[in-house]
């Protein structure tokens, strides 16, 4: 069945932007649009844990004065946002997905979030999050999984799974979410929609629940890469850090996706034809297999870190799929991340030679179409795969080596979406969205 659309479906922050400036519409009636829509599609997708109708009624009143009375903070004054529930929001629960946090009301914002307000944007509600981000299906959280509106029977990713929803939805125009090895952009392609992930530490983290520090990131998705950078514009430390996209040429090289997972040759055939006529590179011998181990070894480490408590404390509030992944991370001994910590900067190095000819990577996203929710191990061609480790092999190198990296749509493999991610070094962020916007994305 196709995707019904709505209030925000093929709607860009430009084209808002400017009925707002113009009077064509106000923020008032672009919340509730959005509020009528989350209270229709929302029992079906799940992609709200909390919705804020009034306090996002009240910030579109504000919005709509401050127009009113000549101010406009750019391009997020008065459009509905959701955030994912592992960001703080000041009076406005946050659970992290978890019955751990059930009625846990912050008092301050995280600082991405403080930028949202600062920049007009209004917050409808809070996004479901695999519980405490620990997981790429993002069907294991206290309010039950989200679901993917291409076919709600099917995972809409995670673990910032009901972000990606609700903007494939057409609910809002633009979530945030986090990636600590893949979270905005597994979701995102999975769900049809762009999503970014910038350098490490390039929006601040700060008041973001973690998952494990040395990976987590926050990103931001959108119905294009256009969208995302803006909207990181508006939330990044460094606001000015990106140019424009400069019409012209972008080095680009099709990074061979099976050094790092052998997948569903049709999903990769869709992502390698919008990549285009470009070279291809191979990964350097033992580097796949150097990043899965760094990333598996320091993400188990750290995130056991941040929940010893609760683990020895009340293990019987988490969801029994995320406590027996945290129990068994918690049995990971110290030598093995000594060993992990040091392999981190030679393994950058190797990867870092990959640009040396080439601007930006291009390669799938995801190597698989949406699998069904609760489905943990599958065929492909025959063979056994994991359903977590194929989701995640394509998008945890990038957290390892701390490179930006951003997904666009890419086309569909029998009605669902499929994504091309493409990588570049801190600093050429420009051209990876140049390169973005020469396909069209």
Request: aromatic fraction near 4%; glycine fraction near 10%.
């Amino acid at each position: 069945m196709p995707l019904s659309p709505g209030p925000f479906t093929g709607r860009t922050l430009t084209e808002l932007a400017r009925d707002l400036r113009a009077g064509l519409t106000s923020a008032a009636e672009l919340t509730e649009r959005a509020l009528d829509a989350i209270a229709e599609r929302d029992p079906e997708l799940n992609a709200f844990v909390t919705v804020d109708a009034d306090g996002a009624r009240a910030a579109a009143r504000a919005a709509d004065a401050e127009l009113a009375a000549g101010t406009w903070h750019g391009p997020l004054h008065g459009v509905p946002v959701a955030v994912k529930d592992l960001i703080m929001t000041a009076g406005l629960r946050t659970t992290a997905g978890s019955r751990h946090f059930a009625e846990h009301v912050p008092d301050s914002d995280a600082t991405c979030v403080a930028r949202l307000r600062r920049g007009g944007a209004v917050i409808v509600g809070k996004t479901t999050t695999h519980e405490f981000a620990y997981g790429p299906t993002g069907d294991r959280s206290a309010n039950g999984p989200s679901r993917n509106p291409h076919d709600p029977a099917r995972m809409s990713g995670g673990s910032s799974g009901g972000s990606a929803a609700a903007v494939a939805a057409g609910l809002v125009p633009l979530a945030l979410g986090t990636d600590t090895g893949g979270s905005v952009r597994i979701p995102a392609a999975l769900c049809g929609v762009a999503g970014f992930k910038p350098a490490y530490g390039a929006i601040s983290a700060a008041g973001v629940f973690p998952l494990s520090l040395s990976f987590d990131h926050v990103g931001v998705l959108a119905g294009d890469a256009r969208d995302c950078l803006l909207a990181y514009r508006a939330l990044a430390d460094d606001p000015s850090g990106v140019a424009d996209p400069v019409p012209g040429d972008v080095r680009v090289a099709w990074l061979d996706p099976a050094g790092f997972f052998a997948g569903d040759p049709r999903v990769v055939d869709v992502a390698r034809q919008l990549a285009g006529d470009v070279p291809e590179v191979r990964l350097p011998d033992g580097l796949a297999d150097g990043l899965r181990e760094t990333y598996t070894v320091i993400q188990s480490c750290e995130t056991s870190a941040v929940h010893a408590e609760r683990l020895t404390g009340a293990p019987e509030l988490f969801d029994a799929e995320v406590l027996e992944r945290l129990s068994a991370a918690a049995l990971t001994p110290g030598w093995r991340l000594v060993r992990a910590m040091n392999a981190r900067p030679v393994l950058a190095a190797l990867a870092d030679a990959l640009f040396d000819r080439h601007d930006v990577l291009a390669l799938p996203t995801v190597p698989i179409t949406a699998p069904p929710l609760g489905l943990r191990e599958s065929e492909l061609d025959g063979r056994p795969i994991a359903v977590r480790a194929a989701l995640l092999s394509l998008t945890s190198p990038w957290n390892v080596l701390k490179l930006p990296a951003l997904t666009v749509p890419a086309g569909t493999v029998d009605g669902l979406p499929v994504g091309l991610q493409f990588v570049c070094r801190p600093g050429d962020e420009h051209l990876l969205f140049a390169a973005a916007a020469a396909r069209g994305a």
